[in-house]
């Protein structure tokens, strides 16, 4: 199909140009000239440039990557980490460890965020079990209510502990703080996409469904496992370094999937792209609307993500029957 | 029976004030020892009269505590958790003083119980005026950034009302002149020199002018980040700034509020490491020449005439220094 084709460069050309623009555009002043003359624009480059805009990229892949493992393992295109719970379970955790270890080093707040990431999104895949209807409107339904009675836990807590502007400051998540030496967490984000891209088949299988699945001669409980662990470690790991990042894991993979069908294998590396540029977007509209100050890019991917959720529902209904 | 009899007679003791008549008093079955005579003063809610040295007093509004505890006045109720917790802990052990909660969530019915005559409210429980009247008459006379002549002069006006209504008028003359005298040797010592004003909070730099832009009121600094659509109203101002934009600005020097030092229980990273952890400030001037002034750490919750004076003495002595 050569729509389809032409679909792709454009969006090959277009992600290397938010790169680009993500490496360029900023308070400092940094250009392809001064980068090679002036030492300082250099270093500067490195310290803030550069780590920002590699923690855009590992934190896109985090939700977009998580997005699809949690939509093929539920089996319904409106799952990801916010709409499943996941990153309030995060947040919680973060914010537990803040109340009995207030000096813990960022690597056990990691810790923390992702068991209790991976008990959340089991308790979800256990409800869900107990639900009868399961169409595609109920389970993120489900999803969205779990997150919401512990996101008031949490709020409740923070509120109690004297932490609320601490938890707002975090939950708003902003990159306008990333500069070298706080963003380095998110290289497991890496790993965990390395690892998506090896065991992608047997995702796109446990998609199918348990018994077809099993027939198969997957060992469908072991990936679905394998699933959840890669899902909470992007999950706890960006929600501490960067806060919450809503809608990405969500709109992602359905556009992708909406242009190329739903092989995982094949789609996974748009679907990182995509991610990728959407997040680098949304970071560089927040960073140049309000200069110097900035808009977190969560506010604007939110914004943004609620009318394209809103446009996927409608759209759904009317080639499935919900 | 305490509660209902109370604000009766604050009532009764208004109604005296009025007719300026003692048997006003009488009649409303008021005890000898309450003061029969009122006072007019100015409030951020037109003129009010108010009794002069109420027996019973909630205090509401922290930028008061300071001076009502110079003033000898021991509150009835209070918002124990916007204590700072140092300075205030006879106050904050004192089970015979309730707690009024926070500006989130008022204990109204602890206000209640300590059945004030008066209660000194505004500021942050400014939204909860309306409810507070039923209580007892509530007086706001807390400095306001809306107040025509700023913030600064708004401490003024509110500490000689506290002193006509506890009838402490030399006291809080003294407290005037003293803060008149910082501002004067903080003027002085400072001449045009750029700042960035800092909030750091949940270890993050924020731009902190909505929350101390104040302290520029009466000196010739210049904020880095003023500009007319960056006034305290905008919603931007706090939302974020990437530590290159401030290295960029480099300022000449750098004001730091500690918002984590006043208010986390836990988590507390003190905002000098959090300021020395930032690379990306190494080559600006206030880091090279040591230009960083420290608010006192519990100025977020303290915020009063006496913390204004400790604030100008403190730029004062800094810019001398230097």
């Not at chain 1, 997150?147 to 990159?175: D, H, K, P």
């Not at chain 2, 009532?11 to 008093?25: F, M």
């Not at chain 2, 002085?188 to 949940?202: I, M």
């Amino acid at each position: 199909m050569p729509s389809r084709t032409i679909i792709q460069t454009t969006s090959v050309v277009v992600v290397i140009a938010l790169v680009a623009a993500s490496l360029f555009v900023g308070g400092y002043n940094i250009s392809l000239g001064n980068l090679f003359t002036d030492p300082a624009a250099a270093e500067m480059f490195l310290i803030s440039r550069v780590p920002r805009t590699l923690a855009l990229i590992f934190a896109a892949l985090a939700m977009s990557i998580s997005g699809v493992i949690m939509q093929l393992i539920t089996q319904n295109r409106f799952v990801e980490p916010t709409t499943a719970g996941t990153s309030q379970w995060a947040g919680l955790g973060l914010l537990v460890m803040l109340i009995v270890f207030p000096e813990a080093p960022p690597m056990l707040r990691m810790v923390a965020a992702t068991a209790f990431a991976f008990a959340g999104t089991a308790v979800f895949l256990a409800v869900l079990r107990r639900v009868a209807v399961r169409s595609s409107i109920i389970v993120p339904l489900v999803g969205i209510m779990l997150g919401a009675v512990v996101g008031a836990i949490t709020t409740y807590l923070a509120g109690t502990f004297n932490l609320l502007q601490a938890m707002a400051a975090w939950r708003s998540g902003g990159f306008s703080g990333i500069v070298r030496g706080f963003y380095e967490p998110l290289w497991i984000v890496a790993i965990v996409a390395v690892v998506a891209f090896i065991v992608a088949n047997r995702f796109t299988v446990v998609g199918l469904g348990r018994d077809l699945a099993t027939n198969v001669g997957l060992n469908y409980d072991k990936v679905v496992l394998l699933g959840v662990t890669m899902v909470a470690l992007s999950t706890g790991v960006s929600t501490v370094v960067v806060g919450f990042i809503p809608f990405l894991g969500l709109i992602v993979p359905n556009i992708v999937s909406m242009v190329r069908g739903d092989d995982m294998r094949s789609n996974l590396p748009w679907v990182a792209m995509i991610g990728v540029g959407l997040l680098l977007a949304c970071d560089l509209i927040g960073r140049t609307i309000v200069a110097p100050m900035e808009i977190p890019a969560s506010v604007v991917l939110g914004a943004l993500g609620a009318a394209v959720f809103i446009v996927l529902v409608l759209k759904q209904r009317r080639t499935v029957s919900a | 029976m305490f509660d209902l009899k109370r604000p009766r007679l604050a009532v009764g003791v208004l109604a005296a004030g009025l007719a300026l008549a003692l048997t006003g008093c009488a009649a409303s079955a008021a005890p000898a020892e309450e003061s029969a005579a009122s006072v007019t003063i100015e409030t951020n809610n037109g003129p009010m009269e108010v009794p002069v040295e109420p027996l019973r007093v909630a205090a509401l509004d922290n930028t008061s505590f300071a001076t009502l505890e110079a003033f000898g006045v021991e509150p009835v109720a209070l918002p124990k958790p916007l204590l700072p917790r140092e300075g205030f802990n006879e106050w904050a052990s004192d089970d015979e003083i309730l707690d009024a909660g926070t500006h989130r969530e008022p204990d109204l019915e602890a206000i209640s119980e300590a059945a004030p005559d008066l209660i000194i409210g505004g500021y942050r429980f400014a939204d909860f005026t309306d409810e507070l009247e039923k209580i007892a008459p509530v007086v706001d006379v807390s400095p306001s950034d809306e107040s025509e002549d700023g913030f600064v002069e708004g401490l003024k006006t509110q500490t000689t009302a506290l002193g006509a209504i506890f009838n402490k008028a030399d006291e809080a003359e003294s407290l005037i002149a003293g803060l008149d005298e910082a501002i004067e040797a903080a003027a002085t010592a400072t001449d045009g020199e750029s700042v960035f004003l800092a909030n750091v909070s949940a270890g993050k730099i924020d731009n902190g002018a909505g929350r101390i832009g104040r302290l520029l009121e009466p000196l010739t600094l210049k904020d880095v980040f003023a500009s007319e659509d960056l006034d305290s109203d905008s919603v931007h101002v706090d939302s974020g700034i990437a530590p290159e934009t401030i290295a960029q600005a480099n300022p000449d020097w750098m004001i730091v509020l500690d918002r984590d030092a006043a208010t986390a229980d836990g988590e507390v990273t003190p905002a000098k490491q959090v300021v020395a952890a930032q690379e990306a400030f190494t080559k600006t001037t206030f880091v090279t020449k040591d230009q960083i002034i420290y608010l006192d750490s519990y100025f977020y919750v303290t915020e009063g005439i006496q913390a204004y004076t400790d604030a100008f003495e403190s730029i004062a002595s800094a810019f001398n220094a230097a």
